[in-house]
């Protein structure tokens, strides 16, 4: 992603996240995306190209007029709310630089959503679509033992330690410490966390990494720990595109949902584990979400399991009505 020239209303706004606010690359390209969104609706219903100076010209009456654009081309209240929270974010840069007196920004009612549930996939589903590999795969993988075992590894280490697609990619070979059976992972807002790794994805590894060694050689800390299949032609690090269509072509082999994507695997992880009765501030922890708000959605997705584990770990869960009379009865007040 190309900066954007010095003198566009939205170049110093993105530079103060990237340096000040340390914001991670998906986060600077969501931001940019849905500023340039406005400056082409304001572009196209004024004729004019958005400057700084026109800012202070900005009224809600002219955001009125861009949520009714969005609504028009259909998009996710999600997607709005988000477009306006960018505003937002901008015109509060504005301000502390002086360059706006308000924030209309702030006077604009988004769309309300719903409570949105993460759609896991059961064990048994994320079991099979973790050991099974796909015809392309097979297909396209003979020739390369190495990317095999990088993919099982990939598999295992999404679903056994519910790390995000660009946390996976981003990884170095100096942030796994497999005596200690964990990972160094950067997430969101450059936060660093650590997270377990399970005895299935240490074995994984390790197959992994003697195949990865026999291909490029000693590993350094600072090499990536999943690297494209064009390698060493292309020298990169392996594309979140890349495990998406892993996770594509194994799906649709077997006749799982379109919806089984690598972010449900990771909504699995945390599912599985508070329907095994895992702590809630755990979970929360090796997520990496900043609130525990985020986390606590989980608690939504099946009454029934954590009614089970409830059943199955409380001491009075079993007293049937009759001792809890005699138990009442015996009571002296």
């Known amino acids: 992603m190309e900066p954007l020239p010095s003198s566009h209303p939205f ?33 196209q ?12 010209t900005i009224r809600p009456t002219h955001l009125r007029a861009y949520l009714g654009h ?49 759609k896991a996939p059961s064990e048994e589903d994320t079991i099979r679509l973790i050991e099974t590999t ?72 390790q197959h992994y990494l003697q195949l990865l060694t026999a291909l490029v050689g000693p590993l350094h800390p600072d090499q990536p720990l999943f690297i494209g299949q064009k390698w060493p032609e292309q020298q990169r690090r392996l594309n979140p595109r890349q495990i998406q269509r892993l996770l594509q072509h194994r799906r649709r082999w077997l006749s799982l949902p379109e919806k089984t994507t690598p972010h449900a695997i990771r909504h699995a992880f945390a599912t599985h584990l508070l329907q095994a009765g895992a702590d809630l501030r755990a979970i929360q922890e090796m997520l990496g979400h900043s609130s525990l708000s985020t986390t606590q959605r989980y608690t939504h997705l099946d009454r029934a399991g954590l009614a089970r584990i409830y059943d199955a770990a409380h001491p ?15 009571t002296t007040f």
């Open 11 to 43: 170049a110093d706004f993105l530079a103060s996240l990237e340096v000040e606010k340390r914001a991670a690359a998906n986060t600077l390209w969501a931001y940019r995306r849905d500023l340039l969104h406005f400056a082409q609706f304001w572009h």
């Open 45 to 56: 219903t004024t004729a004019q190209e958005l400057t700084i100076a026109l800012a202070a």
């Open 70 to 118: 969005c609504l028009r081309e259909k998009l996710s209240k999600p997607t709005m709310q988000r477009r306006i929270a960018a505003l937002r974010a901008w015109f509060v840069h504005l301000q502390r630089h002086g360059h706006v007196t308000h924030n209309p920004a702030k006077l604009i009612a988004t769309p309300k959503i719903g409570l949105r549930l993460p």
């Open 134 to 205: 796909s015809p392309y795969e097979r297909e396209h993988t003979a020739d390369h033992p190495w990317v095999i075992g990088r993919d099982a590894a990939i598999m295992e280490l999404l679903y056994g330690s519910g790390l995000r697609i660009g946390e996976l990619c981003g990884l170095d070979h100096g942030r796994l410490n497999l005596s200690l059976k964990e990972i160094r992972v950067i997430g969101k807002g450059n936060k660093e966390r650590i997270v377990p790794l399970s005895q299935a994805s240490i074995t994984t590894l």
């Open 316 to 330: 009075r869960a079993h007293l049937d009505g009759a001792m809890t009379h005699q138990a009442f009865s015996s």
